[in-house]
Structures are given as C-alpha cells and as structure tokens.
C-alpha cells in the first residue's frame, strides 16, 4: 500500500523559513514523486512547484525566488524562505505510481505575526 508522509510544516512569523518534506513508500512498481502542492481555505489546490521531464524544478510564479525544491528517491523536500501570510495553506505532495495518483495528509503551514 502506498504511502505519503508530508511534515515540516508550522506556525511561522512573515519573512521566516520553513523546509517541508515529503517522503513515498509502499509500491512494488516504482514511484514517482513529482511536485507541491497547497490548498488554501475556501480555495481550490494549486500547484506550487513541479519537476518537469527533463529534472527541472519549476515554480509557480507567486513562489519563484522563495521556494527550492529538492529531489531524493521518492521523497521531495520543499524549502520555503520569506514567507507571506498568502503562502498559508496546507501543503501536500503529490506522487505518481503505476497510473494512480497519491497523496498524503498534508501539513499545515501558517505565516502570521
């Protein structure tokens, strides 16, 4: 069974930093951990930053310059500078394995003074 842990997450003060993490296990066909993504409350989730065919980070353009992403086997790490109070929301990662896509519960990220 597949699994997806996202952690890190927290209640930060604007223009501080956070580093997420998202670790996969559980199939026996290979994973694929391709990107973040939050949800914000009363918003539809959005993609936050993904890795393109080639192995390159790329970013929405809210977050460029502020977020890095990081990629292990089967595990993403997602590292947040400069927070702003939109940057609120629950964040998750997405994975991909044998067709299906894969979540996790996500992990709460709040920056407020």
């Known amino acids: 069974q597949v699994q997806v842990v996202e952690s890190g997450g927290g209640l930060v003060q604007p223009g501080g930093s956070l580093r997420l993490s998202c670790v996969a296990s559980?199939?026996?066909?290979?994973?694929?951990?391709v990107g973040w993504y939050r949800q914000a409350p009363g918003k539809e989730r959005e993609l936050v930053a993904t890795?393109?065919?080639?192995?390159t980070s790329l970013y929405v353009d809210s977050v460029k310059g502020r977020f890095t992403m990081s990629r292990g086997t089967h595990a993403l790490s997602l590292q947040m500078n400069r927070l702003k109070p939109d940057d609120t929301a629950v964040y998750y990662c997405?994975?991909?394995?044998?067709?299906?896509?894969?979540w996790g519960q996500g992990t709460q990220v709040t920056v407020s003074s």
């Open positions: 890795v393109s065919p080639s192995g």
């Open positions: 997405l994975v991909l394995g044998n067709g299906t896509s894969y």
């Open positions: 559980g199939s026996p066909f290979g994973l694929n951990v």
